[in-house]
């Protein structure tokens, strides 16, 4: 159980376009998502968390409007980078939860390059 | 959030138990300890969590000083499939807790577990 996916695995965009990344909970009802985003050798840096039918929670220094998070269901949240330039190439992963205090389950990431 | 203090790197051999340690000496009362590892290009995996009593599961087993500023993370029989970075976070959890870190998981570098034959 618990299991979270992510789609799509991998993405190669111009820069200026902007990219749709999906989390879906596929076992479990997730109140609570989290977005986190990895740069190489580093570790995972909290960007916003949502609650479904709520507007998301951005961590300080993340730009929510270049970073549009939806959670309109229980099992899926998207992650919309828009206007994407290089240095927003990284590795962005969810995390769902079934509330604020449960267990967080990982999808498997998205890896975004834009040229 | 208290923080976490892990060592950079260890090493274990095939069908030995590896042994994780982590301190957390500034946790608080509503603090869990959780314990998540991140193979190499995919998304961190949970392991396990416990806030005072040992905790074991299919995957591994939790131990918490009783003072619970530390805690060891036992892999009774590492495979290579084991090598990782594993991550050991406390997280508020109580219910009464508030704040802007209710709830999040802040990741430190954690420990690079390398098991070799």
């Known amino acids: 159980g618990a299991v979270v996916s992510q789609h799509p695995s991998r993405v190669i965009c111009k820069s200026g376009t902007s990219v749709k990344i999906e989390c879906r909970s596929l076992?479990?009802?997730?109140?609570?998502m989290f977005w986190y985003r990895q740069f190489p050798k580093q570790s995972l840096m909290l960007m916003a968390t949502?609650?479904?039918?709520?507007?998301?929670?951005?961590e300080q220094g993340v730009e929510k409007d270049k970073f549009l998070i939806n959670h309109a269901s229980l099992t899926l949240s998207t992650l919309t980078v828009t206007s994407a330039h290089p240095e927003d190439s990284s590795f962005y992963i969810c995390s769902a939860s079934e509330g604020w205090v449960e267990t967080q389950y990982f999808g498997p990431g998205t890896r975004l390059l834009v040229l | 959030d208290a923080k976490t203090t892990q060592p950079t790197s260890m090493d274990c051999a095939e069908g030995r138990a590896a042994n994780l340690p982590c301190n957390h000496s500034?946790?608080?009362?509503?603090?869990?300890v959780y314990w998540y590892r991140q193979i190499h290009s995919q998304g961190p995996q949970y392991i396990i969590h416990?806030?005072?009593n040992n905790e074991t599961n299919e995957m591994a087993s939790l131990i918490i000083t009783e003072d619970r500023k530390s805690s060891t993370l036992i892999l009774p029989h590492a495979t290579l499939r084991d090598t990782a970075v594993y991550y050991c976070i406390v997280r508020v959890d109580g219910p009464n807790a508030g704040g802007t870190s209710y709830g999040k998981l802040t990741f430190g570098q954690g420990t690079i577990l390398t098991v070799h034959p």
């Open positions: 500034t946790i608080s009362g509503n603090e869990y």
């Open positions: 949502s609650n479904e039918g709520s507007k998301a929670t951005y």
């Open positions: 076992d479990f009802q997730a109140t609570t």
């Open positions: 416990g806030l005072k």
